[in-house]
């Protein structure tokens, strides 16, 4: 479970990482924290947010509202936990990287074709890219066909993917050149290259072409 804790939360505490790990440990098997596990290859994370008893604790014991539930609001958008922080590694790689992001982006029209929402939108240098957070696992043919051909209209004839591995980005190029041709440019992130104590590269960079 140390994978939960990162230097913020432990320089916003004052707590050591193991005794931090432990209190989340504790605050679960009580119920006041949900976790639904992510991951990217064989480490693990962790959503963490209040559950309703958590909140009510929380009201109780600082006599104010609990700030609104981010996890709850990533996953009621998303697919589930593994796609969430899929996403919210991608936005803080990127932000390494120099980029602003938006992590809700407002739905495009797309002419012709309807709303598109991407799963981030990052800015950088004036270059603007709608970003899809990728895992390589779909189940419906015709709506992989119908957002990526939103997509790369949106993206002016580019796509830019984050994936967790190598491997899944090569599941995804294949998905993509199948339904909108080899002719789309495409640009991967690979979230496990920078995941852990890794220097991320500056601006476009951090993109394999």
Do not use: C
């Amino acid at each position: 479970m140390r994978s939960i804790v990162d230097q913020r939360a432990q320089a916003a505490s004052g707590f050591s990482a193991s005794q931090m790990y432990r209190a989340f440990g504790t605050l679960r098997k009580a119920g006041l924290l949900r976790m639904p596990r992510a991951a990217i290859g064989e480490r693990p994370y962790y959503l963490v947010g209040l559950t309703e008893l958590g909140q009510a604790a929380y009201r109780w014991y600082f006599r104010r509202e609990p700030v609104p539930q981010e996890s709850d609001k990533l996953l009621a958008l998303h697919q589930n936990a593994h796609h969430a922080f899929l996403i919210l590694e991608t936005e803080r790689q990127l932000k390494a990287a120099g980029f602003e992001v938006i992590r809700y982006p407002v739905p495009l029209q797309v002419e012709g074709l309807g709303e598109y929402r991407p799963d981030l939108e990052a800015v950088y240098d004036g270059q603007r890219l709608y970003v899809e957070a990728e895992r390589g696992t779909y189940k419906n043919p015709q709506d992989r066909v119908l957002k990526w051909q939103k997509a790369v209209k949106a993206g002016h004839g580019e796509l830019w993917i984050s994936v967790p591995r190598k491997h899944e980005g090569e599941r995804v190029l294949s998905d993509v050149r199948k339904h909108v041709g080899a002719s789309v440019k495409i640009h991967l992130l690979v979230v496990e290259d920078y995941i852990v104590g890794r220097t991320v590269p500056t601006g476009l960079r951090v993109w394999r072409d």
